[in-house]
């Protein structure tokens, strides 16, 4: 307060006024001109000292004339320095809106807009992003045309982009990825399908490979303790969404097997087919499975070999065996029972009788064979005829050997 008392006697003391002095009433020569003396008064060290710190902050600036002091104040505004002066401003609390700043023009923004600087008025304009895009179809890389719901956008040639156009999306009520086609690897020249025998089979997958060694094109693999890989091929005889039982014979999945032919086509070697051996139903399949080889010299396989629904095996052609057959049970109700030590067979049923011992002798129990002379024997005119000179075994004689008496 003292300070602020000193300073205003140091004011007053500079101003020349035609009323009377503040301090003093006595005139300064005593003629009646106005001009007072100045107060006399005398400040202590410490006052002295207490006003250079209540004047530290202040540079360069007059504190006793108010030069540095502009406008014109009202009732509660406060003293703001704007960097040239000192200026009355009301008080309150700092704004948090873009437009209240005085260099912002921007009371109704849209969506998305930006603030960019108009130097023709010297203030921040909101406007929209000049060249930005909402959309992919503004987009001058992108082309979009004839898309659908869930495509998806790949990179076509390393700068544009392109959508699926329906073969390749996601579907969000399946939770999966869906493909209309697709081609796993590299596809070659063949493109989505391959031609065999003549007949070109478009695929909806295909899995490829070219060059690659130990490389398998589609492996089917399984971490599980109890469940193995598998794989499932299913029909439904119908040629829509809808489901019809199947017939007698249908085949329900084929595995081909085809090799280049060296001039013009893939040809085919082999074939396995799962078919239906019965009538089906309800809860009830009944199955079978066809091999097929194509001859030499021929592309079209033939059937070699049926596993029918009960189990039995059917061969259409000879039967090579290396090594030991052991049968159990009969062949056409003949019983045949194998001799591994003796390296001999037997064979019988309920009249006859027959061993082969070694590999090349058969013995005939001659007592289990009625009307022996019709038995006949490997060349033309030959007869199988016991003999009872040789303990009564069958030998093969000419009929033509054969006396009048009945001897030979």
């Keep these: 307060m003292r300070q602020l008392v000193s300073a205003l006697e140091l004011r007053f003391n500079q101003l020349e006024i035609d009323s009377r002095s503040l301090f003093n009433t006595d005139p300064l020569d005593g003629a009646g001109t106005g001009e007072y003396a100045p107060l006399d008064h005398t400040h202590t060290e410490s006052e002295i000292t207490d006003l250079g710190i209540y004047l530290t902050d ?10 540095d002091v502009s406008g014109t104040p009202s009732t509660g505004q406060i003293l703001v320095w704007n960097g040239a002066a000192f200026t009355p401003q009301a008080q309150g609390a700092a704004s948090l809106a873009l437009n209240d ?36 179809s503004s987009l001058t890389d992108t082309n979009l045309t004839g898309q659908q719901q869930y495509d998806l956008l790949y990179n076509v040639d390393g700068t ?29 020249t063949e493109g989505t399908g391959i031609t065999v025998n003549g007949t070109n089979y478009e695929s909806e997958l295909k899995v490829s490979d070219i060059g690659a060694v130990n490389a ?8 599980s303790t109890t469940l193995p890989a598998l794989m499932i091929g299913a029909r439904a005889k119908s040629d829509d969404a809808t489901h019809a039982v199947m017939a007698d014979n249908d085949v329900l999945m084929t595995f ?41 010299g021929t592309e079209t396989p033939v059937e070699r070999m049926r596993i029918r629904s009960a189990g039995n095996v059917e061969m ?16 056409d109700g003949i019983d045949i029972f194998t001799d591994v030590t003796a390296n001999n067979a037997k064979v019988t049923n309920a009249t006859h009788t027959g061993e082969v011992t070694g590999a090349t002798t058969l013995a005939v129990d001659p007592l289990a064979i009625t009307n022996k002379t019709d038995v006949v024997a490997d060349a033309a005119d030959d007869a199988l005829i016991s003999d009872d000179d040789d303990a009564g075994n069958l030998k093969r004689v000419n009929l033509s050997s054969i006396t009048d008496g009945g001897f030979f």
């Excluded at 540079?59 to 004339?65: A, Q």
């Design 58 to 67: 202040i540079s360069g600036e007059s504190i006793f004339d108010l030069s």
């Design 101 to 136: 700043l005085t260099n912002v023009s921007a009371a109704s923004p849209s969506d998305e807009d930006v603030l960019t600087f108009d130097t023709g008025t010297n203030q921040w304009v909101a406007s929209p992003a000049a060249g930005a895009s909402t959309t992919l």
């Design 160 to 188: 544009n982009w392109t959508h699926t156009a329906g073969e390749l999306s996601w579907d969000a009520t399946l939770g999966a990825l869906v493909a209309i086609k697709m081609i796993a690897g590299d596809p070659g």
């Design 216 to 223: 398998a094109e589609f492996i089917l693999h399984r971490h």
């Design 256 to 296: 081909l097997a085809a090799g280049w032919d060296g001039v013009d086509s893939y040809s085919l070697s082999s074939e396995i087919r799962m078919e239906v051996d019965g009538t089906p139903g309800q809860d009830d399949m009944p199955g079978q499975i066809t091999f097929m080889t194509s001859a030499d």
């Design 316 to 331: 259409d052609n000879g039967l090579d065996v290396t090594g030991n057959i052991t049968v159990t049970g009969t062949v």
